[in-house]
């Protein structure tokens, strides 16, 4: 059978990793952490993922936490207004729920999946050089790294990236004891407030190692006043900081805040990151070739919480190109291909989110504000979350959202 290497073992690495070894194929994922020190680590991400997403971890059983993890009915947007109010808020109903399960606990538990079930795992930070023997020894590598070092093998492309420098700042904080929204309490939904000019605060439940939880997570305009968790290395000081701010730009959220804390020793992160495309084909000095995937290849920034989901899309169309190109050398025609198959899902995830990180445009105040009265509007913009593409349709273009909204306003 064909041997092929994983490199990371994040939601991308290991949910490829799981769905070719199911199929028969010789499998080695290599990560730079044991399940265990993914489990005691630090929190990642939020990981809020939709109805697409999940539905391609159900397709290979790997749905594991489902059962438990709070079901994300709906998604909605509070905008501060002048006043510190709220100038306009509304809930869209998602289709199908979304969910969150810590990446600690999935990552971890998935890993041991894979080597329960017969996988090779190599615990071991792989170097360029190592990847250059491994070319020569697998049939396929793949590099599933996300955002690290590797990355560096794989050339920016200028064209799809339109920031050159990070656009937020971001700030977690994981917590238990969060009120319930008092406008609807029955359904757990992912929060959007937007401070005009400032940034952002999401608000979602999560699954988490002590069991149900709330994530708070700041994205801040770079120079500005969210922008504060530079250097903040105590997590008590991460927390209480984060409710600072959500007393001042979202005092509706803070009213349900006061008594939260964290959930655990690890349940802060901060950080930022340029959204970049890159080459998906890495060419090691002694001429072999590498396969990006996820992240390496496509990374957005989470303002639109697509990360995870798009990883989950991404291992999903490899893990198709994989197993029908059959026993045909996987070469850089082949990788050319499998990355334009799955960049027809991801170009819209990227123009989407790279247009919520500039200031909104007339036409999309227009869009956001009418949702709060039409519902119909409002479910559409949710379920964009789980297809993007939809945006083409009544998003980007103003004659276009001016023409969708006469028609929802009429219907
Ligand atoms: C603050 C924040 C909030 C987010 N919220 C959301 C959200 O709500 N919804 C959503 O869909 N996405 C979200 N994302 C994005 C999402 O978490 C990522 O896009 C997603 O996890 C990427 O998956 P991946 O498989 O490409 O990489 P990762 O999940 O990053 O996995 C890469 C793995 O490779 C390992 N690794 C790195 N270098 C090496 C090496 N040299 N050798 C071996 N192993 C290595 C890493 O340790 C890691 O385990 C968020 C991200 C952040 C930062």
């Known amino acids: 059978m064909r041997r092929i290497l994983i490199v990371g073992a994040g939601q991308s690495g290991l949910q490829l990793a799981l769905g070719l070894q199911a199929q028969g194929y010789e499998v080695t994922l290599m990560s730079n952490r044991t399940a265990d020190e993914i489990r005691s680590g630090r929190v990642m991400s939020t990981q809020c993922m939709f109805h697409t997403a999940l539905q391609h971890e159900r397709d290979l059983g790997l749905n594991f936490w489902e059962d438990r993890a709070p079901r994300i009915e709906g998604l909605g947007v509070s905008v501060t207004g002048p006043d510190g109010g709220r100038a306009v808020d509304w809930l869209g109903r998602l289709d199908g729920y979304a969910q969150s399960v810590d990446q600690r606990l999935k990552m971890a538990g998935w ?9 090779q795992l190599v615990i071991h930070g792989a170097a360029v050089s190592d990847l250059d023997y491994f070319s020569r020894t697998y049939d396929l590598v793949l590099v599933a790294a996300g955002k690290g070092e590797l990355v560096s093998m794989f050339g920016r492309d200028a064209a799809r990236s339109p920031y050159a420098e990070p656009q937020r700042a971001l700030a977690v904080a994981y917590v238990h004891g969060l009120g319930p929204r008092p406008e609807h309490p029955d359904t757990d939904a992912v929060r959007c407030n937007l401070v005009p000019g400032a940034g952002e605060l999401f608000v979602m439940p999560t699954y988490t190692l002590s069991g149900r939880a709330d994530i708070l997570f700041w994205e801040g305009v770079p120079g500005g006043p969210l ?14 900081l984060t409710l600072e701010l959500m007393e001042r730009f979202t005092p509706w959220e803070y009213a349900r805040a006061t008594k939260v804390e964290l959930t655990d020793a690890h349940a802060t992160l901060a950080g930022r990151y340029a959204p970049t495309v890159r080459n998906p084909v890495g060419r090691l000095p002694g001429g072999g070739l590498v396969l990006g995937v996820a992240d390496v290849v496509v990374a957005n920034d989470p303002i639109t919480g697509q990360g995870a989901n798009s990883a989950a899309k991404c291992a999903a169309s490899y893990l198709d190109s994989i197993t029908a190109h059959g026993d045909r050398p996987f070469d850089e025609a082949w990788m050319r291909a499998t990355f334009d198959r799955y960049w027809e899902t991801a170009r819209h995830v990227t123009k989407w989110t790279n247009a919520m990180l500039a200031p909104p445009p007339e036409h999309v105040l227009n869009l956001i504000g009418a949702a709060g009265e039409l519902p119909p509007v409002a479910d559409r913009f949710a379920n964009g979350f789980d297809d993007p593409a939809d945006f083409e ?8 959202a001016a023409g969708y909204l006469a028609s929802a306003g009429t219907a």
């Open 111 to 119: 890993m041991e999946t894979f080597a329960q079930r017969g996988g």
């Open 227 to 240: 922008d504060v968790f530079k250097g903040v290395r105590d997590p008590s000081e991460h927390l209480a």
């Open 393 to 400: 349709n009544f998003f980007y273009d103003p004659d276009k």
